[in-house]
């Protein structure tokens, strides 16, 4: 699992918060014994997240304070490796990738379950809402922008999918619902799920499955996948600020499209129809919205890093064709951490996961 730092606020020690907060009680007017100005204090800290392999603000210091490049920020913490490009790896990545949008960001219990209706509407152009077995530029119904789509399951009358526009049934089955969504104009024309409370995103790349009727701890429904290519995958990663250090971008990047590409290496998951999951337990993949392509301010300098550092993941060795597992966090306090003392893991399987200093 990939701890960020959305997921990373617990810490991994919690005693340096006691600690601060004692000593500013200690400091407060009007108690009996003041501590000296001379007295020194030491506070002592894990950061936040597992604090194994990069941790994001070390990047970030690197590249803003001490003028280090994203190739030289990648082999500190991840010591040993090399960058190849994705071609020259042995892994078995799926083309293209299929990221499950299942999984909201609430609640165990929701999140293992299939959705049972969303509403979309078309932005900026128009969009093909194709039936099971219709491809793209064939026999589609087309959503103009302005009108209000949904797909739903309805478990009356045994069960069965319908899309309707402006709630007029357009399509109707009890078993063959595999929906698909495609668009031209990328990423200009896009598809605005924002009136979605567990989705509220925005996609502006690939195509949108809906994957159904599927059955999951008692609930009928269906899962939803974005379907795309792994680098239109990491444009829609959003998992440090875009105002960042471009180097410290450059190797969030490619962290980022290392992993993915080592995550999805395997089988299709039954719980999501997907190849890997688009919020913590993965990856945050956000699509448009956010800080990409939905920022005007910043977004660019996450596409630019993207861009600069296209195909490119880390490798065990320089001259090795195995995908490294580049874990990341949002910061250590000081040290990262050996793998095998986090999680058990065999050390001498991952001797590029070791414990570097992080001043």
């Known amino acids: ?26 400091m407060l007017p009007g108690r009996a014994e003041a501590v000296p100005a001379s007295t020194p204090i030491t506070i002592d800290g894990g950061g936040w997240g597992h604090g194994i392999g990069m941790p994001q603000w070390g990047a970030q210091g690197m590249a803003e304070q001490g003028g280090y490049t994203y190739d030289e920020i990648l082999s500190y ?14 892994a078995s ?10 999984y909201v960001l609430s609640g165990s219990e929701q999140r293992k379950r299939p959705f049972t209706w969303l509403n979309f509407t078309a932005v900026n152009g128009p969009v093909e809402v194709c039936k099971p077995g219709q491809e793209a530029g064939g026999d589609c119904f087309t959503a103009s922008p302005g009108e209000r789509w949904r797909y739903r399951w309805h478990p009356e009358d045994g069960g069965f999918c319908a899309v309707t526009r402006n709630w007029e049934v357009m399509y109707s089955h009890a078993s063959d619902c595999n929906i698909r969504l495609f668009w031209a104009d990328q990423p200009n024309t896009r598809v605005s799920f924002a ?12 195509h949108l499955s809906f994957v159904g009727p599927v059955t999951q701890n008692g609930h009928t429904g269906f899962h939803f996948n974005v379907v795309l290519s792994l680098e239109d995958y990491v444009r829609g990663i959003a998992e440090v600020p875009t105002s960042w250090h471009i180097e410290a971008l450059k190797s969030q990047a490619v962290a980022a499209r290392t992993f993915g590409a080592w995550k999805a290496t395997g089988r299709l998951r039954a719980d999501c129809s997907c190849h890997l999951v688009w919020d913590i337990w993965d990856q945050v993949y956000m699509g448009w919205h956010h800080n ?9 300098n996450w596409l630019d890093a993207v861009d600069a550092t296209a195909g490119q993941v880390v490798t065990v060795t320089p001259s090795s064709g195995t995908l490294a597992q580049t874990y990341y966090s949002s910061s250590t306090g000081g040290a990262t951490e050996n793998v095998g003392d986090v999680w058990n893991s065999n050390q001498a399987s991952f001797p590029y996961l070791v414990s570097k200093p992080d001043p």
Do not use: C, H
């Open 93 to 102: 990545i799926p083309d293209p990738l299929r990221v499950g949008i299942n």
């Open 292 to 300: 990409s392509e939905g920022d005007p301010t910043y977004g660019q």
């Open 77 to 90: 913490w991840y010591d040993g490796t090399g960058l190849r490009q994705v071609s020259e790896v042995s």
């Open 195 to 206: 009136s979605n409370r567990s989705v509220a995103r925005t996609f502006a790349r690939g």
């Open 1 to 26: 699992m990939l701890t960020t730092r959305s997921e990373s606020k617990g810490g991994r020690r919690i005693g340096a918060f006691a600690l601060v907060v004692a000593v500013v009680v200690a």
